[in-house]
């Protein structure tokens, strides 16, 4: 099992920076490949960018390509995803999910690759 709580959502305006925390909770967390992902109202859930057990691979969408930047911390148990030039597009809730996977390069680009789910955190862009 695994328990995925994000934070550090808010509003910006355009250009700015945000930095989005996932905290894990688990004992197979460093087992897990880790992802961002973004629902928009009226929109189905994206992925955003997602990373391998070690961090040593990570993919990001072409839409946040250049300005996210995923990582994670697996003595801290977390991940995070740092918001670089927002633009208004970029508003939705942002949501982390752990994938189980068996091989410590693999990252994980499908919602239904993903196995938990956190509550997510809101990202409102205004211009």
């Known amino acids: 099992q695994a328990q995925l709580v994000e934070s550090g959502g808010g509003l910006v305006q355009a250009g700015g920076s945000l930095r989005l925390s996932c905290a894990a909770s688990?004992?197979?967390?460093?087992?897990?490949?880790m992802g961002w992902f973004r629902q928009a109202p009226g929109k189905e859930r994206e992925f955003v960018a997602g990373?391998?057990?070690?961090?040593?691979?990570?993919h990001s969408a072409d839409s946040v390509k250049g300005r996210f930047t995923i990582s994670r911390d697996n003595a801290k148990n977390t991940v995070s995803l740092q918001m670089n030039n927002l633009k208004p597009e970029d508003t939705a809730v942002y949501y982390c999910?752990?994938?189980?996977?068996?091989?410590?390069?693999?990252?994980?680009?499908?919602?239904?690759?993903?196995?938990?789910w956190g509550q997510g955190t809101q990202v409102t862009v205004s211009s």
């Open positions: 999910a752990a994938a189980q996977v068996r091989h410590s390069f693999v990252v994980v680009k499908t919602t239904t690759g993903y196995d938990y």
């Open positions: 688990g004992r197979t967390f460093s087992t897990y490949a």
């Open positions: 990373i391998s057990w070690s961090g040593g691979s990570t």
